[in-house]
């Protein structure tokens, strides 16, 4: 259970587009390999640019589940 517990989290509630890939990425750039980064948005676009940010950058998405209106992402730092 201790891998699903983030390092870092993000609330990116309110945001629109760009601006949670935008953060989601900026806070991934800072973190160390196998940290965990949780990060919850209400963009419905933030599901799809989410999951392409974190494969494209190599990265492992751990979970993803949508609540409502709310995506809650746990991203492992991956290199």
Do not use: W
């Not at 517990?5 to 760009?18: S, V």
């Not at 965990?36 to 494969?55: G, M, N, Q, W």
């Not at 190599?58 to 995506?71: C, I, M, P, Q, T």
């Amino acid at each position: 259970m201790s891998e699903d517990k983030p390092d870092r989290e993000i609330d990116c509630i309110g945001l629109y587009c760009p601006e949670p890939v935008f953060r989601t990425r900026q806070e991934l750039d800072e973190m160390a390999p196998g940290e965990i980064l949780s990060v919850e948005a209400d963009d419905p676009a933030a599901e799809e640019d989410i999951k392409r940010l974190t494969k494209n950058l190599g990265h492992e998405l751990v979970n993803f589940r949508k609540e409502s209106n709310r995506l809650y992402f746990l991203i492992k730092k991956v290199e």
